[in-house]
């Protein structure tokens, strides 16, 4: 009986462990007749697409990352870490490309996210800042739900 509940105590300890150590997501589009997949390596903090590498940051309850098609439309997503479920935005790229480069508010956004986020990396930061910024400051142009799981 001893052997059984020593057991039965690893083996739940072993299952919160695996869960904890989530390293990769695939999330869908809700609604896409496409069936289009987003494969997030989190250990690495990569998104790959058609052989293209994008960096990923992410916190405790956030995962987010851009991707452009250049000169037409940036791509925002962010993913609830706890409940598996996130948005893509779409916003005008051109907009975007001329007030990145010219409005002050950039410089506020990433002072917020420094206050928000002083562990994340520089890099990380920037995707963050991006983010916060894009929501802010102009409308998508669509927004798409994700579900997503391991």
Known sequence: ????????F???????????????LTCVMVGD???AKFNLDLKNKIYKNDGITIPIAFTD???IFQTYLPKVIVYSVIIDRKNKKGTMYSFDY?????DIKTKPEVHIEKAHT?????ELSEDDKVLFTTHSYLRKYFTPINELKLDCSK
């Open 114 to 118: 420094i206050a928000r986020y002083p």
């Open 33 to 35: 007749k496409s069936n």
């Open 10 to 24: 690893i083996g739940l300890m072993w299952s919160g462990m695996t869960k904890a150590d989530e390293t990769n």
């Open 61 to 63: 309850q956030t995962i």
């Open 1 to 8: 009986m001893r052997y059984l509940i020593i057991f039965l």
């Open 94 to 98: 051109i907009k975007f490309e001329k």
